[in-house]
């Protein structure tokens, strides 16, 4: 009897770890790596969506530089420098009436004939290069302070009269855009051989990798207008640390309940497994909420703008459809004169008028910093003109604040799925010239 019942327990130690090894083989492994996966997708959405911003920033830092060197009544007076008609001193007193800057630069010089005729805020006059060898509007980024500078020839037709150089603050807008969780940086083409050539990588497609150094994981992308890569990275504790406590839980306690309840240790283990993966599911769909919704304004966020496009895209060609971009005047000056915190009540509230004042099918996103983007289902551009209307006289009458709150606005008709970045695009370059045609 003694050597029956030795066997039978062995045969129950023997069929337990059978069903331990086969329910982590079958269901914990598969749900970790499922769940691992998902976290790294939502680690990549929320990174890919910096990269749109500093791609984003970089273009609207070109159309800047273009503004500046476009101005025919500073070119007219170059000529006439040029010809020998006007003096150098001329020229500079002429240029300092229309050099004017926009909110989205911090410093800007002008350059003729290797003289700084005129510059505006920040900006030492001892480091500008005055002869740059380029022949079109080129950004180059400094790798250490990540300031943007532009170099932008002054041209009739093909000859070169001067440059505009424009510097722009990088870290300002990824601050805008920052995830808590997350580190940017700007990487040169030797830095990102070295990090590929250290640690292992997978290529998401050309020119963008995820790259895993054991202690964090990094995504990276090239920025299209310059050679160096934007990268971003989490440690792997904040993308996996509470999976990771949560799956060792699981199979500690797993084999426990089996040995103790023998007969009902299936039962309870699917049970507590599902409570845990309701848990990380939920868990995940907070994550994901919290990257949909922006914190501040309540209204959506840019990742839920992109995965809204992708999936349902191809709803939207059916029918009409308008973008509208919203970028707050002065804002700049708002948080500067009266402090960052006032400045988020503006914000608060325009939002707030916007979602009262469009209809319930249309979507509300806050696109970046001061910027707003209004995504108008079935709806012309007449229509949307109208919507435009109601809601930047109902901003003007805003009277909780001790100035006037006013915003520029630009629409665009969007095509089909595909037109939708074309048509954003479109909308923000209307948008800049409704705030020129009001401040300059």
Known sequence: ?????????????????????????????????????????????????????????????????????????????????????ITLKDLMEHTKQYYKTKDIATGAARVVDGNVIASLGNVDLTSIDRNPAVSEITPFIDLDSSVVTVFSPIKIGEEILGYDIIYLDLPEILQGVHQGHMFHEIFSEADLEKILSDNEWTMLNEGEYIVDDEKATWYIKGCKHTDVYFAASSSNDTIYGRLDTAMGALLFYFPLVILILILIANAFTYKNIGRTVKGLEKERDEYKKGAHIDGLTNTYSRIYLSEYIENFGHCLSNKPLCVSMIDVNKFKYINDEYGHLVGDHVLVEIASILKSTVRDKDMVVRFGGDEFLLLLSECSIKEAEAILERCTERIRNIDKFDFKVTVSYGIAEVENKEGIPIAIHQADMRMYQMKRSIFV
């Open 1 to 85: 009897m003694k050597n029956v019942l030795t066997r039978i327990r062995y045969i129950i130690i023997g069929v337990m770890c059978i069903v331990c090894i086969i329910s982590y083989l079958t269901i914990f492994r598969p749900i970790g790596n499922d769940l691992k996966e998902n976290n790294l997708h939502q680690f990549i959405h929320s990174a890919e969506a910096v990269w749109y911003a500093t791609e984003l920033f970089i273009e609207n830092s070109m159309n800047t530089a273009h503004y500046f060197s476009d101005k025919a009544e500073l070119k007219q007076s170059i000529i006439e420098y040029k010809a020998g008609n």
